[in-house]
């Protein structure tokens, strides 16, 4: 009597078998990431299509290639000294990999070792997702922070920079050759030891942090040297 209840559960395991691959296939294909996987030898057999779209290859560019073939040599290096087998994953590595047409794209990767049920070696997973517009972006921010620099360094007025404990933590060329001060005398240094207490004491009377601004304020400041 109970061999047809056994064959509804193993209808039902290959049933859930079945929708678990299509499952895995459809988050596999529609990944926003590059996914490949590799054999022991870390040579591609597996990979998605973002991996084709990204490097603009096929399957004859990538089925059985070393996957170290995608990297520059000193790339490759970098990350193979990471040591994977022993890591067991390794994430968010700021990298660049070869397109088929030899330009680099910048990418952040991710590797992980697969094991079966005994725990023995078979393969590896590498993910790695296009991060050209975050790179640009900073270089971008530099580029702005440097024109920015050049800007305050030739300034005719002193201009200070206070964190939110109103320590001094940037300041103008300007700023040392106005209070006779180097580096040293400045970095961390209270804004209010620059002024003296009752200009101090005017000045932070006027909630300058709640109106958020305050033009051609007249005061005095004490140089190195004395007021």
Sequence with gaps: ??????????????????????LFKVVFENSPCAVIVMDVQQRIVVWNSMVEKM?????V???????????PSKEWKRIRS????????????????????GSLLHVGASMSVMKDSKGKLIGFIGMFYDVTREILAQHQMRDSENKLRIILDNSAAAITMTDEKERIVSWNSFTEKLLGMKPQDL??????????????????SMNIRQS????HLETKAIRKDGP
């Design 1 to 22: 009597m109970s061999k047809p209840k056994t064959i509804k559960i193993e209808e039902q395991m290959e049933k859930d078998l079945i929708e678990s691959r299509q």
């Design 55 to 59: 490097l603009g290859m096929k399957k």
């Design 61 to 71: 560019d990538l089925f059985n290639r070393p996957i170290s073939s995608l990297y």
């Design 82 to 101: 990471l040591d994977i087998c022993k890591q067991g994953v390794i994430s968010n590595i700021p990298t660049k990999v070869l397109c088929k047409d």
């Design 187 to 204: 970095l961390l240094k209270p804004v209010s030891s620059l002024y003296p207490t009752e200009e101090w004491k005017a000045i932070r």
């Design 212 to 215: 958020g601004f305050k033009h």
